[in-house]
């Protein structure tokens, strides 16, 4: 079983920068792909980024967001820089033992989600 907190969100205008952390509870934190999702209000649930064997990153965060993780502190990271408004969501951190996808039905772990909001 593995719990998952998400920090850092908040309020910021477009252009800033906020960092993301999700902090994992469990065992082997290193043998879990951990990913990153956004919703934001009336849209479906989205893949931003996830790191396991490398990271891989949706498009409309490449250039602008840097997933990282810290095996020894069992804690995983969003960088997120150029915010735009449109990166409004609340942010979910995931995780799964098997999964190495964009498809959010495949993990099995969910954070109980941040806010970001980007003001124009």
């Known amino acids: 079983q593995v719990q998952l907190v998400e920090s850092g969100g908040g309020l910021v205008q477009a252009g800033g920068s906020l960092r993301l952390s999700c902090a994992a509870s469990?065992?082997?934190?290193?043998?879990?792909?951990m990913a990153w999702f956004r919703q934001a209000p009336g849209k479906e649930r989205e893949f931003v980024a996830a790191?396991?064997?490398?990271?891989m990153y949706a498009d409309s965060v490449k250039g602008r967001f840097a997933m990282s993780r810290d095996n020894a502190k069992s804690t995983v990271y969003l960088t997120m820089n150029s915010l735009r408004p449109e990166d409004t969501a609340v942010y979910y951190c995931?995780?799964?033992?098997?999964?190495?996808?964009?498809?959010?039905?495949?993990?099995?772990?969910w954070g109980q989600g941040t806010q970001v909001t980007v003001s124009s």
């Open positions: 790191d396991r064997w490398g990271t």
């Open positions: 469990g065992r082997a934190f290193s043998s879990y792909t």
């Open positions: 995931a995780a799964d033992q098997l999964a190495w996808t964009t498809a959010g039905s495949e993990y099995n772990y």
